[in-house]
């Protein structure tokens, strides 16, 4: 049996069901919760493969921002896999070193993980949470951040996932 086809079957078994953009949020726990179970058995490129397909499908993260936050700080190489197409990569790619970002938030989410190239998307969500609803405008360096694309023009910031990553270079370097 191949690798691959041992990873399918040990994703089928723990239940995660990716692609389905309309899941419930108990199916959303479900899956990250069987990814959870697996991923210590899974390659970087499965892993942030894996985290990416999850991602897009349930990217509402704030009751689970504690646990996002670790499994993006998990010191695993290649997060750029979590980008999901060669195209995601190559805009990833040629961003400035420090990226201009908009958040729009409500009432209890000031903070989070999402982030906007496009002032419009962020105002979106300004007036989905009115009367309570704001923005911010962030600097962030470039090596905290993902690439998600989509119409939102979407980036995810994660504080500190550069120096993660500049570590697990190191290591594995060091390795070699």
């Given at each position: 049996?191949?690798?691959a086809?041992?990873l399918a ?9 990716i692609?389905?953009?309309?899941a ?14 697996i991923?210590a058995?899974l390659?970087d ?15 509402d993260t704030f009751?689970?921002?504690k646990?996002?936050?670790?499994l993006f700080?998990?010191?695993r ?17 040629n ?20 982030y906007?190239?496009?002032l ?12 309570f609803?704001d ?8 090596r905290?951040?993902?690439w998600?694309?989509?119409w ?6 994660v ?7 500049d ?8 390795r070699?």
């Amino acid at each position: 049996m191949s690798n691959a086809q041992t990873l399918a079957d040990q994703i089928k078994q723990a239940g995660i069901s990716i692609g389905i953009h309309t899941a419930p949020y108990t199916d959303y726990l479900k899956t990250l919760k069987s990814f959870i179970k697996i991923h210590a058995h899974l390659s970087d490129a499965e892993y942030w493969t894996t985290l990416g397909d999850i991602w897009r499908d349930h990217n509402d993260t704030f009751h689970t921002s504690k646990l996002w936050r670790q499994l993006f700080l998990m010191p695993r190489a290649g997060n750029e896999l979590f980008m999901h197409t060669a195209d995601d990569r190559a805009f990833y790619a040629n961003l400035p070193d420090q990226i201009k970002a908009y958040r729009g938030f409500g009432l209890y989410n000031r903070e989070g993980f999402n982030y906007s190239l496009n002032l419009n998307v962020a105002m979106r969500f300004v007036a989905k949470h009115a009367p309570f609803g704001d923005y911010d405008i962030k600097i962030l360096p470039k090596r905290d951040c993902l690439w998600v694309g989509t119409w939102a023009e979407h980036i995810i910031y994660v504080p500190g996932m550069g120096d993660v990553q500049d570590k697990v270079k190191t290591w594995f370097t060091k390795r070699v």
